[in-house]
């Protein structure tokens, strides 16, 4: 098991964001977690990446127990969170933002990594160095997921990385997790689009009110249209539409 | 040519209004907090210098020969206090009873501190201005007819090496990058495996050594120390970082020198008395023409430095 996590509580400001969640990513695994707005899928993430410090529970990464410590440990374990709306850095240019992936790398092959990086995203490569802030809203989430992949994870969580994209890109991005999947990356995906996300992964679980109510196995929850309706307060529609945007 | 030699003069009293509104520009570039007790740790720097040349050091360095080591020390005691400030003023206050977007600790905390030290040297050596036996201030040298005091002007070429070598810093190392990534989003920076708490630090340090570094020349080039320094440096070193622009080091370089040019050309011009409406009187127009400074960014508090 690479991330085993059981009953953890994470605290969003005063209130419970997170009760007594348990999951696991399996190694080479994509898991996705759904639910709606305000499910608490988002502090999930952010627990799991130490930005806020659990309240109880037990995260094991790798057999490592990593609750209690910082960001910076999970990262060197090989953990990376691509956050929720891409928080890029744009007085960067599009290489300082890919260095700052690196930050906990010690070694000296970083340079060769980023060079794959702009090989696999040739619209980074023409603007590396360029302030982040010229890119498009896709090109700013490809910058994120590249500055993750520099930090050379083993498990990339993904917070909402479809939101605000074009139709075409939505498309592209998912092309990309099953890509860096088949690498060997463990993937642990956030998203309300749901169909999309049921479609590239191999499991998934669906939070209510920050508690994880169900746990099944992709195709079984994309055929379960009760719960669409029950719990990812619909508007998602069947799961038909191939690579539209969330509404 | 008396207009050339008052530019020269200007000069060298700017370098040292530079150094200190670098300091204030680092802290709020990176941290976003107006950092009181930088005029302290300036005029700390000189004092412990002094009191050092003047007892002697420990280990038998007595005399007045020793005072570069004497400033040496005192730079290194800046640097301790910092860090003693940002402990109180940035760790146990602000992760107490603050959040990340809380300002006001931090700055009340630090304006304690500037109160509590200076007080503090006050009662060990009294409040008059002591004299610095540095090297002779009035060794000169003349350029094409402009005179030029060697120690100001060494000073001068120091300062331009340190703003160099920060901006070096800050621009292309790691700890540098880090720093930047903190100013403009510390949850990003976070998440990135940047800490906070090993980094804040390294500002701090970076805060005692820039104002230790100040107060050393300011001993140097006019001879003489008191615990009240700090006071009037202070203010034309924030006047500076403002004109120039907020979290901008190049701003506070080009502030702190325009601050030093409007002193001098006010003093030929007007008399002593008017120095400070002149300075004040020219943030308050900075503010009026350009709030943001002449390199500032126009939305305060995204992507500074």
């Given at each position: 098991m690479l991330l085993d996590v059981s009953r953890l509580d994470v605290n969003y400001g005063r209130t419970r964001a997170v009760k007594q969640v348990s999951l696991s990513v399996r190694e080479g695994e994509i898991v996705t977690v759904l639910g709606a707005n305000g499910a608490g899928k988002t502090s999930l993430l952010r627990g799991l990446q130490g930005a806020v410090r659990p309240a109880g529970g037990k995260i094991l990464f790798d057999g490592t127990d990593l609750t209690q410590a910082p960001p910076s440990a999970r990262v060197r374990n090989g953990m990376m969170l691509v956050p929720e709306g891409r928080q890029i850095f744009v007085s960067m240019t599009v290489h300082e933002n890919l260095l700052m992936g690196s930050y906990m790398r010690a070694d000296a092959d970083v340079s060769r990594d980023m060079e794959a990086i702009y090989d696999r995203f040739p619209n980074l490569a023409e603007r590396r160095n360029m302030k982040a802030s010229v890119l498009s809203g896709g090109e700013q989430q490809m910058l994120a997921i590249g500055r993750a992949l520099v930090g050379r994870p083993r498990l990339i969580m993904l917070d909402e990385?479809?939101?605000?994209?074009?139709p075409l890109f939505v498309g592209k991005l998912f092309e990309l997790i099953l890509e860096l999947n088949k690498s060997g990356i463990s993937i642990l995906l956030v998203e309300q689009n749901t169909t999309m996300a049921l479609e590239v992964a191999s499991r998934g679980y669906v939070l209510e009110l920050g508690s994880a109510v169900l746990e099944d196995d992709a195709a079984a929850l994309s055929n379960n249209t009760a719960l669409t309706e029950a719990y990812?307060?619909?508007?998602?529609?069947?799961?038909?539409?191939?690579t539209h945007a969330h509404a | 040519m008396l207009l050339l030699q008052q530019i020269v003069n200007s000069l060298m009293l700017g370098s040292v209004y530079v150094t200190v509104a670098v300091a204030f520009t680092l802290t709020i570039g990176i941290l976003n907090f107006l950092n009181f007790t930088i005029p302290t740790l300036f005029m700390f720097a000189a004092m412990i210098g002094w009191a050092l040349a003047y007892w002697g050091l420990p280990g038998?360095?007595?005399?007045?020969?020793y005072w570069p080591v004497a400033l040496a020390v005192g730079i290194i005691a800046s640097m301790i206090v910092s860090l003693v400030v940002e402990r109180f003023t940035f760790r146990i206050m602000k992760t107490k009873y603050g959040d990340s977007t809380e300002h006001a600790i931090p700055l009340v905390s630090s304006l304690g501190f500037l109160l509590i030290i200076e007080n503090l040297v006050r009662i060990g050596y009294g409040t008059d201005a002591q004299r610095f036996?540095?090297?002779?201030?009035?060794?000169t040298m003349s350029i094409g007819g402009i005179f030029v005091r060697v120690p100001q002007f060494v000073s001068l070429l120091f300062v331009v090496v340190i703003v160099i070598g920060l901006n070096w810093l800050l621009r292309t190392s790691r700890l540098g990058r880090g720093l930047r990534a903190i100013a403009e989003n510390p949850d990003a920076a976070n998440i990135l495996g940047v800490d906070m708490h090993r980094i804040v630090p390294v500002v701090f340090m970076l805060t005692g050594l820039l104002c230790g570094l100040a107060g050393a020349l300011f001993a140097i080039n006019y001879g003489e120390v008191s615990p009240q320094m700090g006071e009037d440096i202070g203010t034309k070193a924030i006047a500076g970082m403002v004109v120039g622009g907020l979290g901008s080091i190049w701003g506070a370089v080009l502030g702190g020198l325009i601050v030093g040019l409007t002193e001098v050309m006010t003093i030929h011009l007007?008399?002593?008395?008017t120095v400070q409406v002149a300075v004040w009187g020219l943030l308050l127009l900075t503010l009026f023409i350009r709030p943001q400074g002449l390199f500032g960014h126009s939305a305060i508090g995204k992507g500074k430095l």
């Open positions: 990385p479809s939101l605000g994209l074009s990812l307060g619909g508007g998602h529609g069947p799961a038909a539409g191939g | 038998g360095l007595t005399g007045p020969s036996p540095g090297p002779s201030a009035d060794l007007f008399g002593a008395d």
